[in-house]
């Protein structure tokens, strides 16, 4: 289909400025900064949907921030998507124009018996992306690459802001998180192309570049939550 090949192209000339000129990334990148942060000294204590909550997260592209999660235990699925803007504007070609409201998000589904909220926020500040970059992520710049963290319930929406302050207030990191924490927005998922796409393209050139160090950082620095097989949109679809 034509937007997939243009995706191709992306890849494709973004690798080849860089290759072909024989330099290195000089973009910052969250899988050049990874880092392990403190957990969360306030995290969910009580939670109506004991087996089963989402968070929904937004980090540069989805297709990284998906990659990660799936391979995260205790996650029950990693949808792409869009958060921030309104149902009609949910299409890849508008999100791009950035005029829609929406950043590149993911729906993480995750079973709080095994894996806090608290924690999905650590392993997503430490391994997913660069919380202190402003509308942008490594290559991808505009207000869609944002970092934000969309809550569904209050609960939520005291732990990730008090998560912020607590690693702001440390100087955790060189420079001050901008993520925004904005409650009250759905989520829509994505095009099916776009979902897996970590999986289904390990050689692709931006994959290889910005998010396949992501899976790698998540493992050595979440040894006792990553999962070797990732859990796939694919698998739960009908076939």
Same mark, same amino acid.
């Given at each position: 289909m034509p937007l997939a090949s243009l995706l191709l192209q992306r890849a494709w000339i973004f690798a080849?400025?860089?290759l072909g000129a024989g330099i290195a990334l000089p973009l910052p990148s969250?899988?050049?900064s990874a880092r392990l942060i403190p957990p969360p000294m306030l995290d969910e204590t009580d939670n109506p949907e004991?087996?089963?909550e989402v968070a929904i997260l937004a980090g540069g592209c989805f297709w990284g921030v998906q990659g990660v999660f799936q391979h995260v235990a205790g996650v029950l699925s990693a949808v792409s998507g869009y958060a921030g803007?309104?149902?009609n504007t949910a299409h890849y070609e508008m999100v791009g124009t950035n005029t829609t409201g929406h950043a590149e998000s993911v729906r993480v589904t995750f079973d709080p018996r095994l894996i806090s909220y608290g924690?999905? +926020?650590q392993i997503y500040f430490s391994v997913a992306h660069d919380p202190t970059e402003l509308n942008r992520q490594g290559p991808d710049v505009g207000t869609q690459y944002r970092s934000a963290i969309f809550p569904i319930n209050p609960g939520q929406t005291r732990v990730a802001e008090a998560y912020i302050d607590q690693l702001n207030q440390g100087h955790v990191f060189?420079?001050?998180i901008v993520t925004k924490v904005e409650p009250?927005?759905?989520f829509y998922p994505a095009e099916n192309y776009h979902q897996d796409f970590l999986t289904r393209n390990p050689r692709y050139p931006y994959i290889v570049i910005n998010d396949l160090p992501k899976i790698e950082n998540l493992q050595h620095l979440f040894p006792g939550l990553y999962r070797a097989t990732p859990v +796939?949109?694919?698998a739960a679809s009908p076939s």
């Open positions: 080849a400025l860089l969250a899988a050049e004991p087996t089963s803007g309104t149902a924690r999905i +926020l060189d420079a001050p009250g927005r759905n +796939l949109v694919a």
